[in-house]
């Protein structure tokens, strides 16, 4: 099993084999630098991009692409 957690330089990396799993007691917050671009809210459960207030499911603050048979741009 290579599991494992580790630094190199100034960065964190995670390998696992299997599933990852992440269980937070709070929320679970993505940034890049100093900007937050993702969150999920524990205690909405609700899922955020672009935003650190997501108000239903999947909350997003910005275009998005929808890929399918009938594909369009919001």
């Keep these: 099993n290579d599991t494992r957690i580790f630094e190199n330089s ?6 696992a084999d299997n599933d990852l799993y992440l269980r937070p007691d709070n929320d679970l917050i993505f940034t890049s630098a100093t900007n ?3 969150r ?3 205690g909405l459960d609700a899922f955020g991009i672009g935003t650190t207030t ?3 499911k999947l909350s997003v603050s ?3 692409n ?3 048979e009938h594909g369009h741009k919001w």
């Design 66 to 68: 929808v890929f399918g």
């Design 10 to 15: 100034n960065d964190l990396y995670i390998d």
């Design 54 to 56: 997501p108000s239903e």
């Design 40 to 42: 999920y809210d524990t």
């Design 36 to 38: 937050e671009v993702m």
């Design 62 to 64: 910005g275009s998005i």
